[in-house]
């Protein structure tokens, strides 16, 4: 018998189950991420509240898992509490015993329960993909509990473009791979950028509290978690002065197609209070370190495309639609036309 509970098991557990679940539906279609239990337990695990990691045990074996984390998210001036969802996983063996309905109805529960106004996720944008077919098949059932809000796309620096032809499974993709390598330079570092240090932690929480004021959707930080996000990645500062002028912050996001590729997105990323030049330092910089680590492309989301011509200049190729962001059991007096509608979206997390 199938039992849902919060995740009480290892992260490399965990890890094993979301891989062998995406790995199984997705190898031969995309690109798709490659979890280990260190990542998992930075990103998700590390709180204290494990109330909405649910997972699904057969007796000792773990089967299913649909992790989300409390987040506050302001919308049109208004702040609602909520919760950031991903790694929604069924073993393949277990795809028709109903796990994946008996995961959301747990979910759903303990959001009303929590007093939770949505959750917040993203969805692969390709028809093909088995996620975008699910979620398709959910919104047609339950109009009222899913909502897309915008569509996502990539800014991608490719750092190892020919490693990467070498693996990617279409030609096409492959060949401009292989042009590219010839007419891009790599990354420059610059002087200027340090790494992050935990007296910078309250100017960068002050950063992202002002770029949420001037934004029409963002995440509010708890100080707690903003630590635990700028300590755990790889962060750099730009200082203005005697102050923090802006950051980013890059982790470990491996890719697999016929192989694994080394990749790092770009999670938070603040230079709104940068000049053109300054901006482009922090982020040659942001992605030379990350060729330093040995990553063969740095990935930066994004739904608004404002910062264009900065990562047009470092020699990021944008990458349009790849994923869509969504929204799950949205209470009904939240303002789902700003949200949709939004002009700037302020820093939101990547899962």
């Known amino acids: 018998m199938i039992e849902i509970r919060p995740f009480d098991g290892d992260a490399a557990e965990l890890a094993a189950l979301i891989n062998a679940s995406w790995q199984g539906r997705y190898l031969a279609r995309d690109l798709i991420p490659v979890y280990d239990g260190p990542g998992l337990q930075w990103q998700v695990l590390g709180v204290p509240d494990h109330s909405l990691h649910l997972s699904a045990w057969d007796g000792a074996r773990l089967v299913g898992c649909f992790l989300a984390d409390h987040v506050t998210l302001r ?3 208004q702040a609602w509490r909520g919760s950031q969802g991903s790694y929604f996983s069924v073993h393949p063996e277990y795809a028709a015993r109903g796990v994946a309905r008996r995961l959301l109805a747990a979910l759903e529960r303990a959001h009303r329960e929590q007093a939770l106004a949505f959750m ?44 990467m032809a070498a693996v990617m499974d279409h030609a096409a993709e492959a060949l ?17 950028v340090r790494p992050f240090t935990a007296a910078d932690a309250v100017a960068a929480h002050l950063l992202l509290d002002r770029a949420a004021l001037h934004s029409s959707v963002a995440q509010l930080w708890e100080p707690g978690a903003l630590r635990t ?25 491996p890719l697999r197609s016929r192989g694994v590729i080394p990749a790092e ?20 910089a942001t992605a ?21 011509a900065t990562f047009a200049a470092c020699g990021f190729v944008p990458i349009p639609k790849v994923c869509t962001l969504m929204m ?24």
């Not at 917040?120 to 098949?137: D, E, K, M, T």
């Not at 590219?180 to 002087?191: E, H, I, T």
């Not at 063969?296 to 608004?304: L, M, N, R």
């Open 75 to 77: 919308v049109a001036g």
């Open 120 to 163: 917040l996720g993203y969805v692969n944008s390709s028809r093909s993909a088995p996620a975008y077919q699910f979620w398709s098949r959910f919104e047609k059932a339950f109009p009222t509990k899913y909502t897309t809000l915008r569509s996502v796309g990539f800014w991608m620096r490719f750092l190892q473009p020919r490693r």
């Open 176 to 192: 401009g791979l292989r042009a590219l390598s010839v007419l891009q330079r790599p990354p420059q570092d610059r002087c200027g």
């Open 229 to 253: 996000e700028l300590t755990g990645a790889h962060t750099l500062v730009f200082p203005l002065q005697e102050r923090v002028g802006g950051f980013s912050t890059s982790f470990p996001w």
């Open 265 to 284: 997105v770009i999670d938070l990323l603040l230079m709104n209070d940068l000049n053109p030049e300054q901006r482009r330092t922090l982020l040659n």
């Open 288 to 308: 030379h370190a990350s060729a330093a680590r040995g990553a063969w492309v740095s990935i930066a989301p994004t739904s608004d495309w404002r910062h264009g």
């Open 328 to 351: 799950l059991f949205p209470d009904k007096t939240l303002d789902l036309h700003a949200a949709r509608h939004a002009k700037t979206t302020g820093p939101l997390r990547f899962r």
